[in-house]
C-alpha cells in the first residue's frame, strides 16, 4: 500500500511505524507539518491509498481526509481527546491508559475509531509511557487497522462519551515547593517530561526542571539545594527530598543541561555513592553496579540516552572496576 505519514516532526513512533510498514513492504512516504497548503499538495502528488497521522498537533485540511482515509495516533483510550493526553493521565494518577486510532474529522479527535489498545501505567514519566506503551499498542494498531482496510468492509466505531483535554497551563506544571509533597512534584516533573519540564523558583530565579528521582535518606527545606551527586541536585521539600537531574533556564533559546552546569554557583556538598555500594533506600543512582553469580552488570541510565565526556568517564571507571574485579575468580 502506499502509505503518507503527515508529521509534526519525525520522532520515535513515527521512525518506528515508517520501520514496521516499509518492512512488511508498504511504501512510505513523510511529510512534515510545514502549512496545510503543502499538507493539501503532498496528497495530491502521491496519492496515497492512507493516511497516518503518527504524530500531528495541527488541523488535517477537509479537503485531504475527505479525500483520503485518514487516521490518527491519539496518545489516550477510546474517548479520551484533546491535547496533552499522556501528561493528563500521569497529572491524574490514571492507572488504566490506552492508544487509539482515531479517523480525522472536522473536531479535534472526535472520529470514528479504527482500533485501540489499553495497557495500566504505573506512575511513570511521560517519554517512558510514549516509547513504551503507547509505542507498541499504536504499532498493534497500526497493523490491525490496514489489515481491515484492506479488508474493506470493517466500519470503525463511533467514540464512547468523550473527555476533552485542555492544553495544560505552564502554571499547572509549577512546583510550589511550600505546598507540594515529594510525591505531588514527582507527578508534575513525570508528567511534563522530556517536554516542556516542571516550573520551579530555585535560588531565586525560574527554571524548568526535568528528571526527577525520589530520596529517602536526605533532609532539607522545601525548596532549598542541599546537595549535589553526579551534576544532579537534591532539593528540599516539605518533608524530605528529591532529585532533579536536569535544567533549563526559561528563555527560549537555552537548552537542557545537566542541573550543576545550569546552576553556574552550586555551593553544596557532594553525596557520593559508589556504583558498587549497596543502597537499601531510594535516591538517585546515576551508574549502578551489581554482581549475580559471576556475573558483573552494570546499569548506566543517562537522561536521553546520550552520554556527555564525564558520564563516559564515570562509567569507564566502573568498567575498570569490573574487569580489575574479575568476578570469575572470588
Ligand atoms: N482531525 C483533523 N486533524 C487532526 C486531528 C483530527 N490533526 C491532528 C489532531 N487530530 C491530533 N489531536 C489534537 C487534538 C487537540 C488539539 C490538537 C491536536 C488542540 N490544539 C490546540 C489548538 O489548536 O487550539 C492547541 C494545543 C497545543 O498547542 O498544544 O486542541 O481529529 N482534521
Known amino acids: 500500500m502506499k502509505i503518507l505519514f503527515l508529521c509534526y516532526r519525525f520522532?520515535?513512533?513515527?521512525?518506528?511505524?515508517?520501520?514496521?510498514?516499509?518492512?512488511?513492504?508498504?511504501?512510505?512516504?513523510v511529510e512534515l507539518d510545514v502549512h496545510p497548503?503543502?499538507?493539501?499538495?503532498a496528497a495530491e502528488l502521491y496519492k496515497p491509498d492512507l493516511i497516518l497521522a503518527p504524530f500531528l498537533k495541527r488541523k488535517i485540511p477537509a479537503e485531504v481526509w475527505t479525500k483520503y482515509k485518514t487516521l490518527i495516533i491519539h496518545p489516550g483510550p477510546p474517548g479520551d481527546r484533546g491535547p496533552n493526553a499522556i501528561d493528563w493521565a500521569i497529572l491524574n494518577e490514571k492507572r488504566e491508559w490506552g492508544v487509539s486510532l482515531i479517523e480525522a474529522s472536522e473536531e479535534y479527535d472526535a472520529g470514528d475509531i479504527w482500533a485501540y489498545r489499553t495497557f495500566t501505567i504505573d506512575f511513570k514519566r511521560k517519554?517512558?509511557?510514549?516509547?513504551?506503551?503507547?509505542?507498541?499498542?499504536?504499532?498493534?494498531?497500526?497493523?490491525?487497522?490496514?489489515?481491515?482496510?484492506?479488508?474493506?468492509?470493517?466500519?470503525?466505531?463511533?467514540?464512547?462519551?468523550?473527555?476533552?483535554?485542555?492544553?495544560?497551563?505552564?502554571?499547572?506544571?509549577?512546583?510550589?515547593?511550600?505546598?507540594?509533597?515529594?510525591?505531588?512534584?514527582?507527578?508534575?516533573?513525570?508528567?511534563?517530561?522530556s517536554q516542556p519540564g516542571a516550573r520551579a523558583t530555585l535560588q531565586g530565579k525560574e527554571y524548568l526542571l526535568y528528571n526527577a528521582y525520589p530520596e529517602e535518606e536526605l533532609k532539607g527545606k522545601p525548596g532549598k539545594i542541599i546537595a549535589e551527586r553526579d551534576e544532579a541536585i537534591c532539593i528540599g521539600t516539605v518533608a524530605g527530598t528529591v532529585w532533579i537531574t536536569h535544567l533549563?533556564?526559561?528563555?527560549?533559546?537555552?537548552?537542557?543541561?545537566?542541573?550543576?552546569?545550569?546552576?553556574?554557583?552550586?555551593?553544596?556538598?557532594?553525596?557520593?555513592?559508589?556504583?558498587?555500594?549497596?543502597?537499601?533506600?531510594?535516591?538517585?543512582?546515576?551508574?549502578?553496579?551489581?554482581?549475580?553469580?559471576?556475573?558483573?552488570?552494570?546499569?548506566?541510565?543517562?537522561?536521553?540516552?546520550?552520554?556527555?565526556?564525564?558520564?563516559?568517564?564515570?562509567?569507564?571507571?566502573?568498567?575498570?572496576?569490573?574487569?580489575?574485579?574479575?568476578?570469575?575468580?572470588?
Open 37 to 41: 497548503d503543502l499538507t493539501v499538495e
Open 248 to 330: 533549563r533556564e526559561t528563555d527560549k533559546k537555552s537548552i537542557k543541561l545537566p542541573a550543576k552546569r545550569v546552576l553556574k554557583n552550586l555551593n553544596v556538598k557532594e553525596e557520593k555513592i559508589e556504583p558498587w555500594e549497596k543502597v537499601d533506600f531510594k535516591t538517585y543512582r546515576e551508574i549502578v553496579y551489581e554482581e549475580e553469580e559471576s556475573i558483573a552488570y552494570i546499569y548506566f541510565n543517562f537522561y536521553n540516552g546520550a552520554m556527555s565526556t564525564e558520564q563516559c568517564e564515570r562509567l569507564r571507571r566502573v568498567v575498570r572496576y569490573a574487569k580489575k574485579k574479575d568476578p570469575l575468580k572470588p
Open 11 to 29: 520522532n520515535s513512533l513515527s521512525q518506528r511505524l515508517y520501520c514496521e510498514l516499509t518492512e512488511r513492504g508498504h511504501e512510505v512516504s
Open 127 to 193: 517519554s517512558s509511557v510514549y516509547r513504551n506503551e503507547i509505542t507498541e499498542g499504536a504499532v498493534e494498531c497500526v497493523l490491525e487497522a490496514l489489515e481491515k482496510f484492506e479488508n474493506g468492509n470493517f466500519k470503525p466505531k463511533p467514540q464512547p462519551d468523550e473527555y476533552v483535554w485542555n492544553k495544560i497551563e505552564k502554571e499547572q506544571r509549577r512546583i510550589n515547593w511550600e505546598t507540594d509533597t515529594t510525591q505531588e512534584i514527582l507527578k508534575k516533573v513525570y508528567a511534563s517530561d
